[in-house]
């Protein structure tokens, strides 16, 4: 399979290797609309372009095109049995999607091609949370985190796997994480209040001598 990938990696017509580079610079350009003609373009000339679909497919999720994203991430996995990629970027769509039990089985998919992949732990993080399986999601998610701990999306999910536990010295760690990764993110403000919820929270439990009493 690794070796297939490889000879059809060389047997791309150059204009559509061209074409496909051109969608990268407009991806790099915050262009996604623009990116999309040419990894069109690509697919035209060579329709087996696994790398063209995938990034078709991310392009169409960043406008917010969910049945196209699907379509084209879809036909990017049936290009390659042996590339995790876009197995990670399906099952990222459909949890975005609250499609959680179909985003399960392609993310443990691609872990099973690529078992060292945070993101692909990430995303089954992400679904086993959606379908409520959250001592696994956690376990997932913090094993994640070891491999990189600088993605602000894997303190978020912790944050909420640890709402849902109630544990908040816990959570106001993950909080401070991704805060301190991510100041100025569309969730941030809303991060940031739900961090001083949490301070007074922990600031009343201090304040209960029981609570005190049962310290270790």
Do not use: C
């Not at 609309?33 to 679909?53: D, M």
């Amino acid at each position: 399979d690794g070796q297939m990938g490889i000879a059809i990696k060389f047997r791309i017509p150059p204009k559509a290797r061209k074409a496909f580079q051109k969608g990268l610079e407009r991806r790099s350009k915050e262009d996604p609309a623009g990116s999309l003609v040419h990894f069109q373009r690509a697919v035209a000339e060579f329709p087996s372009y696994y790398e063209a679909y995938h990034q078709m497919g991310l392009a169409y999720m960043h406008l917010g095109q969910a049945a196209q994203a699907e379509q084209a991430l879809q036909k990017a996995i049936d290009l390659s049995q042996s590339r995790h990629e876009a197995l990670f970027s399906l099952a990222s769509l459909l949890s975005n999607n609250q499609r959680f039990s179909e985003a399960e089985p392609l993310a443990r998919r691609g872990l099973e091609l690529d078992g060292n992949s945070w993101y692909g732990q990430f995303e089954l993080a992400r679904a086993l949370m959606g379908l409520n399986r959250v001592d696994t999601a956690q376990k997932i998610a913090e094993e994640a985190r070891k491999r990189n701990p600088d993605y602000p999306q894997l303190h978020l999910l912790l944050a909420n796997i640890h709402i849902r536990k109630h544990d908040y010295p816990a959570l106001l760690e993950d909080l401070d994480s991704y805060l301190k990764l991510a100041p100025d993110s569309p969730t941030s403000d809303q991060a940031r209040q739900r961090r001083e919820e949490v301070q007074r929270t922990l600031a009343n439990n201090r304040n209960v001598p029981a609570a005190e009493a049962s310290k270790p």
